[in-house]
C-alpha cells in the first residue's frame, strides 16, 4: 500500500487541523489505517487508528474528545481532524496501514507494514 499524508501546518493553540491519508495499491477493504507521530527526541507514538475499514476507532487517552479519525472508502483516505490543539501535540505526524493486524497490536509501530510520509504539526503557544 502506497500512503501519501498531507495537512499539516502551523497552528495556534486552540486551533484545528485535518490531517488527510491517502491509500493506493490494494482494496480499502478491512485495512486497518493509523495516525502515529513523533516529537523532536521522542519516541513515535501511536495517536488513532481506524481498525479494519472502520468497524471501530481507537484513541490514546491524550487526544481524546478532542481527534477524531474517520474515512471515506470512495476515496480510500483517511482523515484526522485534530481539535483544540496543544503545543504538546507538535509533531511530525505519520499514516500507517496494514492489511492483517491484530486489535491487541494497533498500537506498535512495528505491527504496520506500510507508512506514509511524515507531515509537520507545528502548535504554538
Known amino acids: 500500500v502506497q500512503l501519501q499524508a498531507s495537512g499539516g501546518g502551523l497552528v495556534q493553540t486552540g486551533d484545528s487541523l485535518r490531517l488527510s491519508c491517502a491509500a493506493s495499491g490494494r482494496t480499502f477493504s478491512g485495512l486497518t489505517m493509523s495516525w502515529f507521530r513523533q516529537a523532536p527526541g521522542k519516541e513515535r507514538e501511536f495517536v488513532a487508528a481506524?481498525?479494519?475499514?472502520?468497524?471501530?476507532?481507537h484513541y490514546t487517552d491524550s487526544v481524546k474528545g478532542r481527534f477524531i479519525i474517520s474515512s471515506d472508502r470512495a476515496k480510500n483516505t483517511v482523515y484526522l481532524q485534530m481539535n483544540n490543539l496543544m503545543p504538546e501535540d507538535t509533531a511530525v505526524y505519520y499514516c500507517?496501514?496494514?492489511?492483517?493486524?491484530?486489535?491487541?497490536?494497533?498500537?506498535?509501530?512495528?505491527?504496520?507494514?506500510?507508512w506514509g510520509q511524515g507531515t509537520l504539526v507545528t502548535v504554538s503557544s
Open positions: 481506524n481498525f479494519r475499514s472502520g468497524s471501530s476507532t
Open positions: 500507517a496501514a496494514s492489511s492483517r493486524i491484530i486489535l491487541s497490536s494497533i498500537r506498535r509501530p512495528s505491527s504496520y507494514n506500510d
